[in-house]
C-alpha cells in the first residue's frame, strides 16, 4: 500500500482521474468532471507523487520532473478547482499518493468504475512500457478511458466497437453498447482483416475470383471476419434490440480499421487483447496501436471486468 494522504468520499464506486498537471491530465480532468456528474458517481481525484531520486526525475526538454509529495496537495487543489468549474459539486474525493502514477492508480482502480488518464502525462514521448496511460490500461480492475482526440466531438457521433476475430468478447460489446444506448449514438462494428495491408513489401493481393491458394486463403480470412462481426451484431440486437447498428469490415489491418474510423467517432471501445511482449503488461498490438493514434477518446475493457458503461 503506497502512503500518503486522502479525503472521504461516499456512496458508489466513484469515477477515478490521474492528475499531474500536464496538459494531458487537464483534458482528463474536464472529461472526467463530465462523466461522474453523467453516472450521478461522483468524481475521486488521484495525485501520484513520485519518490525523490527516482531514475529520471530531472526535468528535460520533453519531461517535467515529477511530482514531489509537497507539491501534491497543491495539485490536487489544482485538479479540485478544474473538475468543479466543469461539473459544480462533482468532486466526492481525492487522494494523494506517494508511487509512481501507473501503479497508484491501478490500485486506485480496484474500488473504482472507471479509470481516466491522458495520454499524455509530464512525459511529452510516445508511449512506452512505463507511460502511465499504458500501464493503467495494461493491469487495471475495471475499464479505463484514455482521453485523446477530439474531446468534445459534437453527438450523436458513432461509438466504434473493435470486433476480432473470433467469438464476440462479451465485455467489450457490453461496455460499447451501454455506451451507444445512453449517448443515443449508434454503434459501429467495426473489424479489419488484413494482415499485410499497408506492408512496404506486401505481396499483390490476389484477383477475388481467380483460383489458387493464396485467393482461398484471403476468402477464408475475410469470411471469417464477417463471420465474426455477424455473432457480434446478433449479440448486440439481443443485448439493445432498438439500438442502431453498423457493421465495417475491410481490408486493412485491424489498428488502421480503428483508427481510420476513430477520427469520425465520439469514442472507442477496445479489449485489452494479446499478451504483450512483457510479463505483466498483457496489451495485444492492435490496443497498443490505437492508444498511440486513435482520434478520439479510447476505452480499454479487462475481459473479466464488470460490464459498465462510459458517456461518449
Same mark, same amino acid.
Given at each position: %500500500?503506497?502512503?500518503?494522504?486522502?479525503?472521504?468520499?461516499?456512496?458508489?464506486?466513484?469515477?477515478?482521474?490521474?492528475?499531474?498537471?500536464?496538459?494531458?491530465?487537464?483534458?482528463?480532468?474536464?472529461?472526467?468532471?463530465?462523466?461522474?456528474?453523467?453516472?450521478?458517481?461522483?468524481?475521486?481525484?488521484?495525485?501520484?507523487?513520485?519518490?525523490?531520486?527516482?531514475?529520471?526525475?530531472?526535468?528535460?526538454?520533453?519531461?517535467?520532473?515529477? #511530482?514531489?509529495?509537497?507539491?501534491?496537495?497543491?495539485? %490536487?487543489?489544482?485538479?479540485?478547482?478544474?473538475?468543479?468549474?466543469?461539473?459544480?459539486? @462533482?468532486?466526492?474525493?481525492?487522494?494523494?499518493?506517494?508511487?509512481?502514477?501507473?501503479?497508484?492508480?491501478?490500485?486506485?482502480?480496484?474500488?473504482?468504475?472507471?479509470?481516466?488518464?491522458?495520454?499524455?502525462?509530464?512525459?511529452?514521448?510516445?508511449?512506452?512500457?512505463?507511460?502511465?496511460?499504458?500501464?493503467?490500461?495494461?493491469?487495471?480492475?475495471?475499464?479505463?478511458?484514455?482521453?485523446?482526440?477530439?474531446?468534445?466531438?459534437?453527438?450523436?457521433?458513432?461509438?466504434?466497437?473493435?470486433?476480432?476475430?473470433?467469438?464476440?468478447?462479451?465485455?467489450?460489446?457490453?461496455?460499447? @453498447?451501454?455506451?451507444?444506448?445512453?449517448?443515443?449514438?449508434?454503434?459501429?462494428?467495426?473489424?479489419?482483416?488484413?494482415?499485410?495491408?499497408?506492408?512496404?513489401?506486401?505481396?499483390?493481393?490476389?484477383?477475388?475470383?481467380?483460383?489458387?491458394? #493464396?485467393?482461398?486463403?484471403?476468402?477464408? @480470412?475475410?469470411?471469417?471476419?464477417?463471420?465474426?462481426?455477424?455473432?457480434?451484431?446478433?449479440?448486440?440486437?439481443? #443485448?439493445?434490440?432498438?439500438?442502431?447498428?453498423?457493421?465495417?469490415?475491410?481490408?486493412?489491418?485491424?489498428?488502421?480499421?480503428?483508427?481510420?474510423?476513430?477520427?469520425?467517432?465520439?469514442?472507442? @471501445?477496445?479489449?485489452?487483447?494479446?499478451?504483450?511482449?512483457?510479463?505483466?503488461?498483457?496489451?495485444?498490438?492492435?490496443?497498443?496501436?490505437?492508444?498511440?493514434?486513435?482520434?478520439?477518446?479510447?476505452?480499454?475493457?479487462?475481459?473479466?471486468?464488470?460490464?459498465?458503461?462510459?458517456?461518449?
Amino acid at each position: %500500500m503506497h502512503s500518503g494522504s486522502s479525503v472521504g468520499e461516499s456512496g458508489r464506486a466513484p469515477v477515478v482521474v490521474g492528475y499531474d498537471g500536464s496538459a494531458g491530465s487537464r483534458r482528463a480532468v474536464r472529461w472526467a468532471a463530465h462523466e461522474a456528474a453523467a453516472r450521478g458517481t461522483g468524481l475521486r481525484i488521484v495525485v501520484a507523487a513520485d519518490d525523490p531520486g527516482v531514475p529520471g526525475a530531472r526535468r528535460t526538454a520533453t519531461r517535467l520532473a515529477p #511530482l514531489r509529495l509537497g507539491d501534491g496537495h497543491e495539485a %490536487m487543489s489544482e485538479a479540485v478547482a478544474l473538475a468543479e468549474s466543469c461539473q459544480p459539486g @462533482v468532486t466526492r474525493g481525492g487522494v494523494v499518493r506517494r508511487g509512481q502514477p501507473g501503479g497508484v492508480l491501478v490500485d486506485q482502480s480496484h474500488t473504482a468504475r472507471l479509470v481516466v488518464v491522458g495520454s499524455r502525462g509530464r512525459t511529452a514521448l510516445p508511449a512506452s512500457e512505463s507511460s502511465t496511460s499504458l500501464i493503467t490500461a495494461s493491469r487495471a480492475a475495471c475499464p479505463v478511458v484514455v482521453v485523446r482526440g477530439r474531446v468534445d466531438a459534437p453527438r450523436p457521433d458513432p461509438v466504434v466497437v473493435g470486433v476480432g476475430l473470433g467469438d464476440p468478447v462479451l465485455s467489450t460489446l457490453s461496455c460499447a @453498447v451501454e455506451v451507444a444506448r445512453r449517448a443515443g449514438s449508434p454503434l459501429v462494428l467495426a473489424c479489419g482483416w488484413s494482415a499485410d495491408a499497408g506492408s512496404p513489401s506486401r505481396v499483390p493481393r490476389p484477383v477475388p475470383d481467380r483460383a489458387g491458394p #493464396l485467393a482461398t486463403v484471403v476468402r477464408d @480470412v475475410q469470411g471469417h471476419a464477417e463471420r465474426s462481426v455477424g455473432r457480434a451484431a446478433e449479440l448486440v440486437h439481443r #443485448l439493445a434490440p432498438g439500438l442502431s447498428v453498423r457493421t465495417e469490415v475491410l481490408d486493412t489491418r485491424a489498428e488502421r480499421t480503428l483508427e481510420g474510423l476513430s477520427w469520425g467517432a465520439s469514442l472507442l @471501445v477496445v479489449g485489452r487483447g494479446g499478451t504483450g511482449p512483457f510479463p505483466g503488461m498483457p496489451l495485444g498490438q492492435v490496443t497498443r496501436s490505437v492508444l498511440e493514434h486513435a482520434g478520439c477518446p479510447v476505452v480499454v475493457v479487462p475481459p473479466d471486468a464488470p460490464v459498465v458503461g462510459v458517456q461518449a
